[in-house]
């Protein structure tokens, strides 16, 4: 009975001078693996670290993946007019997004943008700066024209966060990105 109570005795002892240390939600977690993981009703599948928590939704923002302060938005729209066919309606789809995007924020500025082409589609990606409930972000807006619509990839942290997220979680996301279907069902 001795050596029972003695235990007990450690055990309780032991449980205020060790702790279990609370995340920082201040920072995003580090990843500790990726998982590749499909979303039917935008038609997209890309890897994502394990360690992050993601939420569903309904159209048009089908899911958000997020740690801390930094969050990837996965939307699809419905579009009807025609997609982009060349590189100057490309052109002409970025202008109208930017200027798009500074008439919802003024404090937007554009850090860079690219026209490029992921899985085949024509895509405008757009590197940023905006505010957001007044706190600054760093925002990346990836925007995939398939065939009846846009899918677009926000990827937002903070600025003075953005580089690592971006090298640990954003960029190996973007390099796997897979369109579903088949080419038929792309711009």
Not at 120 to 136: H, K
Request: hydrophobic content about 40%; overall charge positive; proline content about 8%.
């Amino acid at each position: 009975m001795a050596i029972v109570l003695a235990c007990a005795g450690a055990m309780i002892a032991g449980c205020g001078t060790s702790r279990t240390p609370v995340p920082n939600a201040a920072v995003p977690a580090a990843p500790n693996g990726y998982v590749g993981v499909g979303f039917p009703h935008v038609g997209i599948r890309f890897l994502f670290p394990t360690n992050w928590t993601r939420l569903n939704f309904g159209l048009p923002l089908d899911a958000t993946i997020s740690s801390g302060p930094a969050v990837v938005a996965l939307w699809r729209y419905a579009r009807s007019g025609p997609q982009p066919s060349d590189r100057l309606e490309l052109a002409q789809a970025r202008n109208r997004l930017i200027s798009a995007a500074r008439a919802r924020d003024r404090t937007l500025v554009v850090i860079r943008s690219k026209l490029t082409r992921i899985d085949g589609a024509p895509t405008i990606v757009l590197d940023a700066t905006e505010t957001n409930s007044g706190r600054p972000q760093r925002v990346r807006s990836i925007h995939i024209f398939v065939r009846g619509g846009e899918i677009v990839l926000d990827e937002y942290a903070p600025p003075n966060l953005f580089h690592t997220v971006d090298h640990d979680v954003f960029s190996p996301l973007n390099r796997s990105v897979v369109l579903h279907g088949t080419r038929a069902s792309r711009a």
